[in-house]
Nanobody
Framework: QVQLVESGGGLVQTGGSLRLSCAASGLTSNRLAMGWFRQAPGKEREFVAAITWYSDNALYADSAEGRFTISKDNAGNTLYLRMNNLKPEDTAIYYC?????????????????WGQGTQVTVSS
């Protein structure tokens, strides 16, 4: 059973940076995709970024492109999200997730596991 544990959230000022981590356990295949979603109060959960575990193919939401970088440590089974130039509208709970491929991850048609989330708050 896949388990995901996020960390690294916190309070930061506008323009600041944070790096989120997602420690994965129970992965039985490297033929999968992992990614980040976020959910702000009163809003639906939205896709942020994804990467295939066996390659470096990455995909970003428009809101993340150019400011966020998704990366991974295959040996340590850890997923990262580096967030720069943070804005108040980035405030949300950030979740990591796994799926068989990026398409199923982005569309949330086949999510294998979700983490519990980590809070990111950007003050203006």
């Amino acid at each position: 059973q896949v388990q995901l544990v996020e960390s690294g959230g916190g309070l930061v000022q506008t323009g600041g940076s944070l790096r989120l981590s997602c420690a994965a356990s129970g992965l039985t295949s490297n033929r999968l995709a992992m990614g980040w979603f976020r959910q702000a109060p009163g809003k639906e959960r939205e896709f942020v970024a994804a990467i295939t575990w066996y390659s470096d193919n990455a995909l970003y939401a428009d809101s993340a492109e150019g400011r966020f970088t998704i990366s991974k440590d295959n040996a340590g089974n850890t997923l990262y999200l580096r967030m720069n130039n943070l804005k108040p509208e980035d405030t949300a709970i950030y979740y990591c997730a796994t799926a068989p491929n990026i398409a199923k991850l982005v569309t949330r048609t086949s999510i294998d596991a979700w983490g519990q989330g980590t809070q990111v708050t950007v003050s203006s």
